[in-house]
């Protein structure tokens, strides 16, 4: 069973940063694409963006493009995913979630896309608040 374990969420002024990390308890998350998401309250979960098991390959919502990034760190033995915000906005004021599902073989440069059933494991969520 792969639990995932997210962190740097916090509080941020409008047009301010921040970095969220995703990463695997006990193991690595090669061959796992990552997909992010989030869930305001009184909303549905929505997706963010993903990435591929390569590293090579990402998709985002149109709200956060260009301005949300993620990547992996192949250095890290862990291989951890993250999800860079940029010029954040109080409508980016959620709970976000990474999740994960194995892709490898024929799937290794595949994206799973924004669709939460696509994805088998899930973090707990990290509270992101971007207020002035």
């Known amino acids: 069973q792969l639990q995932l374990v997210e962190s740097g969420g916090g509080l941020v002024q409008p047009g301010g940063s921040l970095r969220l990390s995703c990463a695997a308890s006990?193991?690595?998350?090669?061959?796992?694409?990552i997909g992010w998401f989030r869930q305001a309250p009184a909303k549905e979960r929505e997706g963010v963006g993903c990435i591929s098991s390569s590293g090579t390959n990402t998709n985002y919502a149109d709200s956060v493009k260009g301005r949300f990034t993620i990547s992996r760190d192949r250095d890290n033995p862990k291989n951890t995913v993250y999800l860079q915000m940029n010029n954040l906005k109080p409508e980016d004021t959620a709970v976000y979630y990474c999740a994960a599902i194995f892709y490898s073989g024929t799937n290794y440069y595949a994206t799973p896309g924004l669709n939460q059933y696509n994805y088998d494991y899930w973090g707990q969520g990290t509270q992101v608040t971007v207020s002035s």
């Open positions: 006990g193991r690595t998350l090669d061959y796992y694409a």
